[in-house]
């Protein structure tokens, strides 16, 4: 009688994903996406903003700084002759008042540039400075009894809807003052910007009603910024 063999298999067999199991997982990987996604776009938004506070601060205390040691006035109100800049606001520089800062910043020459502004390169050097590497506007108005007034800010100003120009500029208390996309929209993805006040305090504007209300504010019959 003929023997039979039989033939054993180790195979199993292997079901395929069903097209409701792969719509779940594709529902769970898209979920996590969704959460993930914010969380990395806001640790470079955080990081930038706060970066320009902190350069506009150290300019702030270097400020104050300067003012104690010359009898409460701040650079603009000082002669060339004692290390101030009253006699170059004619030049319509704002980098010739940020100048006489240089003993009060030693090895700070990166708080003069915003790491969202493009358009400008941070320094090596202090001595080097130029209105090309500088990130701020200054406020040649400002005194130190004026705790409400604006000193320095991020340089994207606009009025009306159109971007201020460089040199010397008259903010009125009625100006429809704003911010351009220049700087800050690559990181925080809406138009804001830094204004340093006399005070040495920093503060985030991010829509024009604000921003407007601090000009208001300030004390000022008018205030003329020199931007760079």
Request: charged share 10%; aromatic share 6%.
């Amino acid at each position: 009688m003929p023997v039979v063999m039989k033939t054993l298999s180790c195979k199993r067999a292997v079901g395929a994903f069903t097209l409701v199991e792969l719509l779940v997982v594709a529902a769970m990987l898209a979920i996590l996406v969704a959460l993930l996604l914010p969380a990395m776009d806001h640790r470079p938004t955080r990081a930038t903003i706060v970066h320009c506070i902190n350069n506009l601060r150290q300019v702030g205390i270097a400020l104050q700084m300067f003012a104690d040691d010359n009898n409460g006035q701040f650079p603009q109100q000082v002669s060339i002759t004692n290390g101030g800049s009253l006699e170059l606001i004619a030049s319509n520089s704002p980098v010739l008042h940020f100048r006489t800062l240089s003993n009060y910043l030693h090895g700070s020459q990166l708080v003069w540039h915003c790491q969202a502004d493009d358009s400008r390169q941070p320094l090596t050097n202090n001595s080097a400075l130029t209105d090309a590497n500088l990130s701020y506007f200054f406020s040649v108005d400002a005194t130190h009894a004026m705790t409400n007034a604006i000193h320095a800010g991020d340089r994207n100003l606009q009025v009306a809807g159109q971007p201020v120009k460089p040199g010397l500029f008259t903010l009125t208390t009625n100006a429809a003052l704003g911010w351009t996309r220049e700087m800050h929209t690559k990181y925080a993805g809406r138009r804001c910007g830094n204004l340093l006040f006399v005070d040495a305090h920093v503060q985030v504007f991010q829509a024009n009603l604000p921003l407007a209300s601090a000009v208001q504010h300030q004390d000022l019959t008018t205030n003329r910024l020199v931007v760079p």
